[in-house]
């Protein structure tokens, strides 16, 4: 059974960093492609990136280059979303995307 959860959201100051989590089980993260997206509230959902499951390549949406990162670890079938210098307009739920499957989200409120 295809599973990806996600975690390590919460409340940060603007200017604060913060490392989301994507654990995936049912399939092996060398095969696949892991997207992150977003949804803010009363807006559609958005891509934020993915990572390419062949080199580790990775595609970033304008509004996150120079400041998100994506990795992963293979070994811990886990991919991560580095989110450095964090805006208010950056508050969303955060959803890992694989092998049509979604996770069920992880909050992250930018807030003074």
């Known amino acids: 059974q295809v599973q990806l959860v996600e975690s390590g959201g919460g409340l940060v100051q603007p200017g604060a960093s913060i490392t989301l989590s994507c654990v995936v089980s049912?399939?092996?993260?060398?095969?696949?492609?892991i997207g992150w997206f977003r949804q803010a509230p009363g807006k559609e959902r958005e891509g934020v990136g993915c990572?390419?499951?062949?080199?580790?390549?990775?595609y970033l949406r304008d509004f996150a280059k120079g400041r998100f990162t994506i990795t992963r670890e293979n070994a811990k079938n886990t991919v991560y979303l580095q989110m450095d210098s964090l805006k208010p307009e950056d508050t969303a739920v955060y959803y890992c995307?694989?092998?049509?499957?979604w996770g069920q989200g992880t909050q992250v409120t930018v807030s003074s």
């Open positions: 995307h694989g092998i049509g499957s």
């Open positions: 049912g399939f092996s993260l060398a095969y696949y492609h």
């Open positions: 990572i390419s499951s062949t080199d580790g390549s990775t």
